[in-house]
């Protein structure tokens, strides 16, 4: 499958995707999974996006639009792919257009998850990452927490909040989303790839999902 999966910041998108990937071997496309990394890293695109990601600001359209057009491009997508966090901002929609295109990609749909901004206040501030770049689990210290505390359940690494989920900045990371990327919404229905799921649970959005699929 390729989808696009939009929604706030603790809408769910990666607790989905991570689901979506064990369906059919899709592989999961998270640009903050990608950044974090690159920052953890200290690579040239870590040093650029640091400051952006710590105050819950966008990165630079140009920044992503140069990640995705080549991770679109490695073999393992040709399976299928499962974008988290991206497309983020009008401009880099319209350009993920042109470079499908170009490149001779069709979407299935773009599947908006709609979660009660209470509901993704709670969440947020009670998330919980891997530290591990390569691993990322997550976390919630109310309804997931890792079996020891602290600890990856998976690699064992320290599970820790992430610098962008101080109240702060995650005030400001719903505000950007509401003013940036809620106009996805609109812009997917006109193209016809619109599926709104309204749910708090992850398993209702993957069978609405399958269903969609058929
Ligand atoms: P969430 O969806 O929980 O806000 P992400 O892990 O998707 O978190 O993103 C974390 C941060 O990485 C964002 O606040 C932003 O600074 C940056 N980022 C991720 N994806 C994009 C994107 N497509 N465009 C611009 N910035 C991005
Ligand atoms: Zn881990």
Request: include cysteine.
């Amino acid at each position: 499958m390729k989808l696009i999966l939009l929604g706030a910041p603790g809408a769910g998108k990666g607790t989905v995707a991570k689901l979506l990937t064990e369906i059919d071997g899709s592989v999961q496309i998270s640009t903050g999974d990608i950044l974090r990394g690159a920052v953890q890293a200290g690579s040239e695109l870590g040093k650029k996006a640091d400051a952006f990601m710590k105050a819950g600001d966008l990165v630079p359209d140009e920044l992503i639009m140069g990640i995705m057009e080549e991770r679109l491009q490695e073999p393992d997508c040709e399976k299928g792919f499962l974008l988290d966090g991206f497309p983020r901002t009008i401009p880099q929609a319209e350009q993920l257009k042109v470079l499908l295109e170009r490149i001779g990609i069709s979407l299935d749909m773009a599947v908006n998850i709609d979660v009660a901004r209470d509901v993704i206040l709670d969440r947020l501030t009670t998330r919980r990452t891997c530290e591990n770049s390569k691993c990322q689990a997550i976390y919630n210290v109310k309804s997931n927490p890792p079996k020891v505390e602290g600890i990856c359940d998976k690699c064992g690494s320290a599970v820790v909040q992430r610098e962008d989920e101080t109240e702060e900045a995650i005030s400001n990371r719903l505000a950007t989303y509401n003013e940036k990327t809620a106009p996805l919404i609109g812009y997917y229905d006109n193209e016809g790839l619109l599926i709104t799921v309204d749910a708090t649970s992850s398993d209702a959005v993957i069978n609405a999902i399958k269903a969609k699929l058929g």
